[in-house]
């Protein structure tokens, strides 16, 4: 059952995860176990807008089109035998950034230990929101840590027309993907963000597009903090800043470039502050979002103060006083 009004104690922290979490992309294990080369890879992904159009598409996912090309490799023989299965195992690959996932048990660890939180039951919860493979993301060091995750997901097993009359459930042949089941792009981001707003992710029942009150709905968005590395994080951004969240990039240690791009995200006010993809105790980036989560912290416990000395009124007072 849903809860009439949500207590709203909860504080989301939501990471986006290439580039963010682990230098570079996810996908790089992926093309060490095929021996595929991935830098020509990502060529061909780049160049497939222009020529799919070319060829009489005129809509084209730029964001999500990769998708498509990993099942290409696939029934070319290139990725053979790719599953969600191996795509959770090859996850177990993927390497971190300086601190994590250590930095995500801290953060709950800074809210949960503190007596004055603890009494108002404030808690941390981990998301992590990408354009990438989500199957991976659940098959790496970081996911114990993790509340929820939203990303790409494959289909391995397509019924045929009339299934539900044959009563068709399975399948003996080997587990293969072979359609897109789940797409998230750059834009539909923000969607992810409206779920944890609204508390679909943990109460099903509750439709992402229902007309909830925002101060009703389980995660306000001025509990929300979201970090993340690069310009196409922009609508999550600015839909988190617009409603009074607060908003980190990240750039990997000694990148001019991605120093610069952070630089031109604040300058923009996409973000209120950047640092060092280092999460690592002692460096900005560390001290800068546990600060964050200690501010929102305290900020919902005078507010549920205030609210309970509203609802029980002033305490009796001697004549003259």
């Given amino acids: ?36 080369d991935g ?29 498509n090309h990993i099942l290409t490799y696939v029934r ?19 390497k971190f950034y300086p601190g994590l996932p250590r930095f995500f048990a801290a953060l709950k660890e800074h809210i949960s230990n503190n007596s004055v939180f603890q009494r108002h039951d404030i808690r ?27 990303g790409c997901e494959f289909v391995e097993h397509l019924p045929g027309p009339g299934f539900l009359q044959s009563g ?16 998230l792009d750059n834009t539909t ?5 409206f779920e944890i707003n609204k508390g679909v992710n943990k109460f099903p029942e509750i439709d992402v597009n229902s007309n909830i009150p925002r101060e009703d709905r389980r995660i306000p968005f001025h509990n929300m903090i979201y970090i993340a590395d690069g310009p196409s ?30 630089v031109e995200l604040q300058r923009q006010g996409r973000v209120h502050a950047f640092g060092e ?15 964050a989560v200690e501010d929102i912290a305290s900020k919902i416990v005078k507010r549920r103060e205030e609210a309970l000395q509203t609802k029980l009124g002033r305490p009796p007072r001697h004549l003259g006083d």
């Fill in 39 to 67: 830098q020509a890879f990502w060529r061909e992904v780049q160049a497939l807008p222009s020529y799919l159009r070319r060829h009489g598409a005129e809509l084209v996912s730029e964001d999500s089109i990769y998708l």
């Fill in 1 to 36: 059952m849903t809860p009439d009004v949500f207590r709203q104690t909860e504080i989301a922290v939501i990471w986006d995860f290439d580039k963010t979490l682990i230098p570079g992309y996810m996908q790089e294990p992926l093309f060490r176990h095929y021996e595929v």
């Fill in 76 to 94: 070319a023989g290139k990725f053979a035998g790719l599953s969600n299965a191996l795509l959770r195992e090859l996850g177990k690959e993927l």
């Fill in 233 to 262: 994080d922009v609508p999550v951004f600015s839909l988190v800043n617009q409603n009074g969240g607060r908003t980190f990039a990240v750039y990997e240690s000694g990148s001019q470039q991605g120093f610069a791009q952070a």
């Fill in 168 to 183: 068709e459930e399975g399948t003996s042949q080997p587990r293969v993907i072979q359609d897109i089941a789940y797409v």
């Fill in 277 to 291: 993809a280092n999460y690592e105790p002692s460096t900005l980036t560390y001290m800068w979002i546990m600060h």
């Fill in 124 to 150: 941390v919860e981990h998301y992590i929101v990408s354009t990438g493979l989500r199957q991976m993301i659940l098959g790496s060091s970081i996911a114990p840590y993790v509340d929820g995750v939203w």
């Fill in 189 to 193: 981001k923000t969607r992810a963000i």
